[in-house]
């Protein structure tokens, strides 16, 4: 039950609140820092809660922070804690303050989902300023290549930001974003996108009224690539030429080992693959997806650990994280779970604790994977999760005779603060055309026969009673908010299909449906321009709308339909020539007339089974990522860039990096501008 003194600001306490106290059977015992205040800007400090229910209900832990100045925002919604002699302690939550200094408001929410009693305790945390005096201030963090710039306060109504380069000017300047100037607060940026044990020239600059003032120079050597992170390595196939786009000249990759640890952390690399940055969960047998990044210097990741299900230890956070790895937020599947359940969404349930065999009809929400996006209105997330449905023997051709465990996807909306607020669940979508239809099996016949097959979620339906592979029938991959028309077009790997959701901003005349769906056998006529024997795309990945959803749709073609034998696919003998491997893509959409046109269709010389990635850069080239392509034993990525040849489908590489085995890479002028699809 929430704290007394939330509601009664003076006067004497009615009665039933009086009842409602004696009955309470949740209580916060402490919200205790690791460093007592002040402490300046910058310095991570660990908070921990501790605290006691009466009932055996699990007991969970929410923290918010409010900044100064600022409402309350949630930073971890609520996640199991740990019980131990009768006591509950939360998850270590680590709050590193980047960018105001002043008194911080600390709040923990304790909550017993079973009872719905609440628990809140408020503390005051004061932050101190790393600038002193009229000189800017630069420090380390924890990353030897971000490092922390705070300069003096500026004038309301103009903007700050801070531009960097070596002082051997071997490389061009970059510039962080543009801030607000918030007075009397001083500015705190975090600088990402330097070479190790390079000495650097910062430079705060003030814009007013559309005029930049330059400040003083700071100066600040990075450090060396730690030695216990598995930095992968890169090599130049293709060099930078005159026709590459030298204006996104950072390659921001996903490198991702899904056969065996350890694995890579992100990184980013110039064109010649040179490391500029990178972030390491510090677990080197977790999977750390980077989602998506965003504008500002923040990225939203998905990453392995355990939430409320003991169970499941991959995929259950969705985090949003900054350019020197601390968190900014994050949520998790078992909290999701609840607000999903509460607006009665019925394949939303935990995987655990469910009746082995499960009947027909049983479904659990499972893991977060593949993709999050933040392009919806005021700051909104979408997000994919995989759910579980068991269904009737026979169904999408199983001969087992035995109920079928069959794996689908979900689409959640959440809001600014990151609560739940719309979904879709493509099991209520499965009736037929022109939705989905439930016997339509994946293209290709994918199954999983336990979480560790690749690809594959942790799977918790399986067992006695049931047949025993489990079909994976969508595998989406790829989301794309359209601002044109506030809809969801998401990518269906094994469908063959990138498919357009009703979703109109989740206002109240959303239904939800498929309105359309774009492949092999879909509402869309293909105008094969260039007669070629396959002219759609296979087992896609990363399909979105250039240019703000104006067009083209660009994605990656891995082909695995194209390519498989036929009377399926054309098979390796049906190929044209130079047209067997993996495909970079862009089409004109037209949604009135329900056509497509290819604006480019090109051979990217390898053939990637699974991943990859689509981007128009900003000079009219296209980058493309075969992201996972074996050879020599090892598995290699391919960061291309495609110069098109004027009145064909086709163009030339004008620049190409080797790396390890990828999920998906963009490429960006800079760490806070991400690409716009």
């Known amino acids: 039950m929430a704290s007394l003194r939330r509601f009664v600001i003076g ?52 923290f918010n922070v409010g ?18 002699a009768g006591v509950w302690t939360s998850v270590p939550f680590v709050w590193a303050p980047t960018s105001y200094e002043g008194a911080h408001q600390i709040r923990v929410v304790i909550k017993d989902f079973t009872s719905g009693e609440t628990a809140t305790k408020t503390v005051q945390y004061q932050i101190s300023p790393l600038v002193t005096g009229t000189a800017s201030v630069v420090v380390p963090t924890a990353n030897p290549l971000v490092a922390l710039f705070s300069a003096p306060s500026c004038a309301s109504g103009s903007s700050m930001r801070v531009s960097f380069q070596p002082q051997s000017k071997a490389a061009p300047a970059m510039s962080t974003n543009w801030v607000a100037c918030h007075p009397p607060h001083t500015m705190t940026f975090e600088i990402a996108g330097m070479y190790p044990t390079t000495t650097y020239q910062l430079i705060p600059q003030t814009q007013t009224n559309g005029k930049i003032v330059n400040g003083a120079a700071t100066s600040f050597t990075t450090g060396a690539l730690p030695g ?21 000249h950072i390659i921001l990759h996903n490198p991702i080992n899904l056969t065996r640890p350890p694995h890579f952390p992100n990184v980013a690399t110039d064109l010649g693959g040179n490391v500029l940055w990178y972030y390491y969960p510090n677990d080197p047998t977790k999977v750390n997806t980077l989602a998506r990044p965003l504008a500002g210097g923040t990225f939203l990741s998905l990453e392995d650990g355990v939430a409320w299900n003991p169970a499941a230890k991959f995929g259950q956070y969705l985090r949003q994280v900054d350019l020197a790895g601390n968190l900014v937020r994050e949520t998790n599947t078992g909290v999701i779970q609840q607000a999903l359940l509460a607006m009665g969404a019925a ?15 049983t479904a659990c929400l499972g893991t977060f994977h593949h993709d999050a996006i933040e392009s919806l209105p005021n700051g909104g997330v979408a997000l994919l999760a995989d759910v579980e449905k068991i269904y009737p023997p026979g169904t999408q051709g ?10 689908g996807d979900m689409i959640i909306v959440l809001d600014p603060n990151w609560q739940t607020v719309w979904y879709f669940d493509a099991f209520e979508h499965a009736s037929g055309p022109p939705q989905l239809d439930i016997n339509r099996a994946a293209v290709l016949n994918e199954t999983c026969s336990d979480g560790a097959n690749t690809g594959c979620p942790p799977l918790f339906l399986l067992g006695p009673g049931v047949a025993p592979d489990a079909n994976d029938w969508l595998h989406a991959n790829s989301l794309y908010y359209r601002p044109s028309d506030g809809n969801i077009i998401w990518s269906s ?40 024997p396959w002219p759609w795309f296979s087992h896609q990945h990363e399909a979105g709308i250039e240019n703000n959803g104006a067009g083209p749709m660009t994605l990656f073609d891995n082909g695995n339909t194209r390519l498989a034998a036929p009377p399926l696919g054309l098979g390796p003998t049906g190929c044209q020539p130079n047209d067997c491997n993996s495909r970079g893509m862009a089409l004109m959409v037209d949604e009135t007339k329900m056509q497509v046109t290819p604006v480019i269709s090109v051979d990217l010389g390898f053939y990637a089974q699974a ?38 489908l086709t163009g030339n590489q004008v620049s190409n990096v080797q790396g390890p085995e990828h999920y998906r890479a963009w490429r960006m002028p800079n760490l806070y501008t991400p690409p716009t699809t």
Request: net charge negative.
């Open 347 to 361: 394949d939303a349930a935990p995987c655990v604790d469910l009746p082995s065999p499960p009947p027909i009809g």
């Open 67 to 84: 900044v100064p100045g600022q409402s309350m925002t949630i930073v971890r919604d609520f996640n199991a804690g740990a019980q131990s």
């Open 493 to 532: 790997r094994h469908q063959d299909w990138v498919m357009k959701i009703d979703y109109r901003n989740g206002g109240p005349s959303a239904t939800g449906n498929v309105l359309w769906r774009l492949g092999p056998d879909g509402d869309f006529t293909f105008i094969n321009v260039n007669n070629d």
């Open 398 to 407: 199983n001969t087992s005779g035995l109920p079928v465990d069959i794996v």
């Open 228 to 248: 216990n992170v598995p930095i992968p390595t890169f090599s130049v196939v293709v060099p930078v030429g005159p026709d590459t786009d030298t204006t996104d």
């Open 11 to 62: 006067g004497s306490v009615p009665a039933f609140w009086l009842c409602a106290a004696a009955r309470a059977t949740v209580q916060i015992l402490s919200l205790t820092p690791s460093l007592p205040a002040p402490q300046p800007v910058g310095t991570p400090i660990t908070w921990t809660a501790t605290a006691t229910d009466s009932r055996p209900s699990r007991l969970t832990f929410q």
């Open 611 to 648: 991943m990859g990635s689509a981007q128009l850069l900003s000079n009219g080239n296209y980058f493309f990522l075969p992201a996972l392509v074996p050879g020599n034993g090892t598995v290699y990525s391919y960061s291309i860039e495609i110069f098109p040849t004027p009145g064909t």
